[in-house]
């Protein structure tokens, strides 16, 4: 649990490629744990903090600081920046230090504030690093059962279940304590209930507030505490906007800076193939999902967080240009979720807590698009194959196929 496996072997085959690697994601899912597992796989090694003041002292004393770093032999070092895009200009600084310094030394940087976007303008560091995010504990990373992406793209309707019971143990614990590593490891209902009553506030009174010109700080925060009722449903902008008494752009705004700062992901709707399809709307979901009340929208949210964090992977690997949405008509039939693959479907997941029948919709959408399709359920240690014409549809626990995730 505590090695991180999975993102290590991303840092590792982007690291092959680029000397300076961003990681980025969702505060305390352990960015920081993981830069100092990947540092003491070099001899030399120097980590500094923009939050730390001594060390942001250092740097801008001496933007050569890292220079000092002490070795025990003639091997590159490793120079982490941790939370340095908080520097107002930072993106000039890293280029600066790695037109400078590529060949001598390596570089990870890392930052909970959407290292990809979150500042505009400076210099830009187009070309001169590679991106990888790293995410709560999920399922695919806990269980070990992980398939190459090779087998998963040919047969998606494989499973392994060498390690049902501990799976399933493992699924219910992230269901109960999220998969944020404080609470996860602590395993203790207060504990958690602590940790998420505090988080979401830190992260908007400091860093949403600190590094942005947000003023009605307290209505974002409404906000934010509206969204669990909201999951799992197309968000309208302009009935959250009446609900708070703002205006529709800065609901807009506000969905925005959850985003880049993690509180939330969205995804968009596929609109290729499907006749009448809604264009418009987009759904959001939580990182923090033991929050959301309903029982059906949070285990919606618990799929949609394992399919990001594979597509997202994908994405940083290189292995495609993966995406993942919804599909809704004008007549309101909607599955759940479709994986997309260089902008092609191929793969259709609909989550239902219990039913062991494929839905309507769900049929229908793999008649009009060709593709496999599944439909996870909470209940359950079996599965079942169900033929649509030509296609075939699988119904499964989530816990026993979504531990395969590559």
Known sequence: MDTRELYRKIWQELASD?????LTGPRQAGKTTLATIIAKGFANSLYFNWDIPAQRSRLLQNPSFFEEVERKDVSLP???FDEIHKYRDWKNYLKGVYDGSRNEYRFLVSGSGR?????????????????????????????SVRRPYEDFAADPFSINDSAGAALRDTWEALGTFSGFPEPFIAA???????WSN????QLIREDIRDLTDVRSVTAMETLFHLLPSRVGSPLSVSGMARDLQVSPVSVRNWLDLFERF???FTIAPWTEKVARAIVKERKAYLFDFPRIKDEGARFENRVALELWRAVTSWNDLGWGNFGLHFIKNKEKQEVDFLLSRDHEPFLLVEAKLTEWEP???????QHALHVPALQLIEAGDRYRLFTNGDQRIMVAPAWLWLAGLP
């Open 18 to 22: 680029k000397e300076m690697v961003f």
């Open 78 to 80: 490793l120079i982490v």
């Open 115 to 143: 290292l990809d976007i979150y500042q505009k303008g400076g210099d830009s560091l187009a070309g001169r690093y590679l991106l990888f995010h790293l995410f709560p504990f999920t399922l695919a990373e806990l269980g």
């Open 188 to 194: 203790r209902a207060a504990t958690y209930a602590r």
């Open 198 to 201: 505090t988080y979401a506030r």
């Open 262 to 264: 993690f509180l939330i």
């Open 359 to 365: 839905s309507a919709p769900l049929r229908k959408f």
